[in-house]
T-cell receptor, first 112, second 116 residues
């Protein structure tokens, strides 16, 4: 079993839809939970991070962490064609260094 | 542009050749990371530097791979005797070292290696 699992998609939605992206993980030591967005032929860029459990909102994006279920989600409201990208969940254990473990990514297409 | 830069962006080589990639992190970032990403997968951690010290190497990093950060600024990743399985995107990231807060890793655009 991989440490971080994520449905690879591809996921295709119409513009304006609400998108739900999810990951599960196995290592209960993870404390930082991140979502990265990666456009084709580019490096990942951090969208949001959450420490421990709870919700965090930033504009159209909401991240949720449920440590008891080892499950994290990213919701995108009012999706735009510019949101079309691969979304990577990622996690790290709070140690002296921040090695990040990534999920395989979900490819999202938002159709105008 | 003050982001992380990587050179070259693309490298095509024949099996058995040596290749070297360079990463220039964001100025004053103490930490530098190398990751490898294959098609349809997320980045996998390879190694990590804090200033010039290499503090961790993944088991993915065979003895054909070597990384350096000689002056605590730019870093190089060398692959000797390349194999077709080395074909991947090699990503570099850097982050500050600030206590008490989450230190975001900023990624470069990557070097895409194709081994023929």
């Amino acid at each position: 079993q991989k440490e971080v699992e994520q449905d690879p998609g591809p996921l295709s939605v119409p513009e304006g839809a609400i998108v739900s992206l999810n990951c599960t993980y196995s290592n209960s030591a993870f404390q930082y939970f991140m979502w990265y967005r990666q456009y084709s032929r580019k490096g990942p860029e951090l969208l949001m991070y959450t420490y421990s459990s709870g919700n965090k909102e930033d504009g159209r994006f909401t991240a949720q962490v449920d440590k008891s279920s080892k499950y994290i989600s990213l919701f995108i409201r009012d999706s735009q064609p510019s949101d079309s990208a691969t979304y990577l969940c990622a996690m790290s254990v709070r140690t002296s260094y921040d090695k990040v473990i990534f999920g395989p990514g979900t490819s999202l297409s938002v159709i105008p | 542009d003050t982001g992380v830069s990587q050179d070259p962006r693309h490298k095509i080589t024949k099996r058995g050749q040596n290749v070297t990639f360079r990463c220039d992190p964001i100025s004053e970032h103490n930490r530098l990371y190398w990751y490898r990403q294959t098609l349809g997968q997320g980045p996998e951690f390879l190694t990590y530097f804090q200033n010039e010290a290499q503090l961790e190497k993944s088991r993915l990093l065979s003895d054909r791979f070597s990384a350096e950060r000689p002056k605590g600024s730019f870093s190089t990743l060398e692959i000797q005797r390349t194999e077709q399985g080395d074909s991947a995107m090699y990503l570099c990231a850097s982050s500050p070292l600030t206590s008490g807060v989450y230190n975001e890793q900023f990624f470069g655009p990557g070097t895409r290696l194709t081994v023929l």
